[in-house]
């Protein structure tokens, strides 16, 4: 009996002196404040109408997610740094992460033609992940992008089509020549031949330049975004044939702040990409059905039989662009049997 009661004040005393250390050492520890959240500054190609469903609800999205771990900043079109200039500012840091067609960010890779809308090489949205994902491309924008320093393509998904926007009707392939229109580098590239004169503008200058008569058109988006940014208020007439299905956007960001991420971020980060690229199949399907009935723009079309001369045209404009590099031919060639695939399969797919 002697023995147990022993043993009781025994534990009972080293109880209390292991709380005792416990208190002291809570006592005795310092307070440790919160660790600032990562903050990362993103520019995208998009104006402040455009962005709200291009890019801004996923980042909303993220710095949810993050739950104060990290957020990101946004600035839509031209806000931190000029357009042109927006692939370089990842480059050196200016900004951590950008949200753009290859073409016009001025990506120093010979692949950026293929950003924004390479002439009638998809027909729909889905086109565009379909290439990526399913046909090579994500892994050649991958080994294009890993010769360049400092800037990581993370992803490639599919926006709007592109169709003409503009102050005069067009009937035929003749009604395009002399037309001054805002367009992508390679799209006007490929738009010359029939006349249309490319022009360059900042993003917030092309209302005004429709307005004012400096421009006679776009063809830089679907009707959705020619509502949205409020360009069909200096517009009359929408053509319904689409120069591409689906416009080719990436994100990148700049290599050095990516590899600071731990990967738990970096997965939530490419969560929201996949989950901007969703909404945007969704919202851009629905919008361009919905203007094209309601919507302020007249609908012109130029007779399909004419317009087959366009899509002859485009393959010819392919075989030219291969001759660029070994990686744009092999480009080339997974865009030419995708779309032969795509014919083969027929509706929905393609439609003769």
Known sequence: MTDLLNKRNFLKRAGLATAGAVGATALATPHVKAQEPIRWRLQTYAGPALAEHVVKNAIDWFNIAANGEMVIELYTADQLVPHGELFRAVQTGTIDAAQSDDDSAAAPVDVKVFGAYFPLASRYSLDVPA????????????????????VTWLSTGAWDPCNFGTTKPINSLADLNGLRVYTFPTAGQFLSKYGVVPVSLPYEDVEPALQTGELDGICWSGTTEL???????????????????AWAGSYFVNTA???ELPPHLQQLY?????????????WYWAGEANFRLNGKLELTTIPEAEWKQVETDAVAFWDDIAKQSDRSARVVEIIKQYNADMELAGPPYRYS
């Open 257 to 259: 702040r990516w590899n």
């Open 270 to 282: 490419r969560m929201m990409i996949d989950s901007s690229h969703y909404y945007r199949q969704h």
């Open 131 to 150: 290439l990526w994902h399913w046909r090579g491309l994500k892994e050649i924008w991958e080994e294009a992008y890993a010769e360049i320093p400092d």
């Open 227 to 245: 509502h949205t940014v409020g360009w069909a208020n200096a517009l009359k007439y929408y053509l319904t044939n689409p120069l591409s299905g």
